[in-house]
């Protein structure tokens, strides 16, 4: 079986390597719908929840009809199938009623950005009479490629377009939030991959502008948020929104390195939220100033805590470790962009710092001199800088 695996694995790679048009993004494919099956039997270990079971069955059914589809119809249903995986599992596995107000956001969110793009996907397959994704280049100007991304945009999610994730994130479960962010929000990553070449070059600044400026202020919100899951949620959007940056580049290596960050941020926000839902469960709050009783007599957890936090700040050797510091090198010929990217860097090393320090120490430490915050993630800024280039 694994011989087989390793086999398509090697088949996907060549056939990527060797640039067939038609058959580029199958290695990326093959490697999410593997991952659906991982966490399928992951969650079949966690759960003894039927109906969380049936969900994992569905959506690894409907993984694999998305990622290995290149019909427009096919792309189009199963897409918006794993919109209502997300709606079925916020409404079912949902506990406080506050949970309706999460699903209208989600729901007016995906409706508003959804019909533009299936009404333009409508009338191109009549008037081409084409019903393959590769054709749309060829008959797209700027009004139709900034609504056709946008249905992307929205299930990424990129800052300005995620205000549905943290509400649904903090009302659904354990289970359902480790769904939603480790496989649901890669539908939208292979989405705007397999439409990116609809974004033309010269409207790369207006987006680099826009959603970079966004990842700095997700950032400075995590910082501000009390509770665990939002705080995971709001680190969930400056990182895709690090994997959109890679997308854009346009660059054949960046789009590898793409691929490394995604796997690493579904892996990552998996451990993060089934971390945060054990401790809820052993002491009924998500409070950052109220759990540190929890790791201070749990050693064992608290190691596996540090580890979540270190892999979402991205330290040495995570997978989004190597793309950040190379995305400097890519911008290190333009001082501007260069220093924006440091200054994310910081601050997301301050973030896991700074929520280290909160959960470890508790409230006796909530009025310390946040200089100590800042000068302890510049050393260690300084230390991740210097090691990455040895």
């Known amino acids: 079986m694994f011989d087989f695996i390793y086999f398509l694995m090697l088949f996907f790679l060549y056939l990527d390597n060797i640039g067939f048009f038609f058959l580029l ?4 494919s093959f490697c999410l719908f593997l991952f659906s099956l991982v966490f399928y039997f992951l969650m079949k270990l966690l759960s003894n929840d039927r109906i ?6 569905m959506l690894s059914l409907i993984s694999f009809n998305f990622f290995f589809c290149w019909s427009m119809i096919n792309f189009i249903v199963f897409f918006e199938l794993s919109s209502m995986m997300v709606i079925i599992m916020a409404l079912i596995f949902g506990i406080q009623v506050e949970k309706i107000n999460s699903f209208y956001y989600f729901f007016f ?3 508003i950005s959804f019909l533009p793009f299936f009404f333009l996907m409508i009338y191109f397959m009549k008037s081409m009479i084409i ?3 590769i054709f749309l280049n060829f008959f797209m100007d700027y009004f139709y490629m900034f609504f056709s991304l946008l249905v992307f945009f929205v299930k990424f999610p990129l800052f300005f377009f995620h205000f549905w994730l943290p509400k649904i994130h903090v009302e659904a479960s354990t289970f359902s939030s480790m769904l939603l962010a480790s496989l649901l929000l890669k539908f939208g990553v292979f989405g705007l991959y397999r439409f990116l070449f609809l974004l033309k070059y010269n409207f790369f600044l207006v987006f680099f502008y826009i959603f970079f400026f966004g990842l700095i202020i997700s950032l400075l919100i995590c910082l501000s948020q009390s509770d665990l899951k939002s705080q995971i949620a709001y680190s969930s959007v400056s990182h895709m929104s690090v994997v959109f940056f890679n997308l854009i580049i346009f660059s054949s290596i960046m789009e590898k390195y793409s691929f490394l960050v995604t796997l ?9 939220f089934w971390l945060v839902g ?7 709050s998500r409070l950052v100033m109220e759990v540190n009783s929890f790791f ?3 050693n064992k957890f608290s190691f596996l805590f540090t580890l979540m936090l270190m892999l979402l700040g991205s330290f040495p050797f995570s997978l989004s470790y190597f793309t950040e510091f190379y995305m400097i090198y890519i911008f290190s010929k333009n001082f501007f962009f260069m220093w924006f990217f440091i200054w994310f860097f910081f ?8 929520l280290m320090t909160l959960i470890y120490f508790g409230k006796k430490y909530k009025k310390v001199n946040s200089m100590m915050y800042m000068n302890l993630s510049l050393l260690i800024f300084w230390s991740y800088n210097f090691f990455f280039y040895l």
């Open 131 to 133: 019903l393959n994704l």
């Open 264 to 272: 690493g941020h579904a892996f990552s926000s998996c451990l993060s």
């Open 296 to 298: 201070l007599s749990n």
């Open 278 to 284: 054990e401790i809820f469960y052993s002491c009924q």
């Open 25 to 28: 993004d199958f290695f990326f």
């Open 109 to 111: 969110y995906n409706l």
């Open 52 to 57: 969380s079971w049936l969900l994992s069955i």
């Open 347 to 354: 601050f997301d090393l301050f973030f896991v710092k700074f």
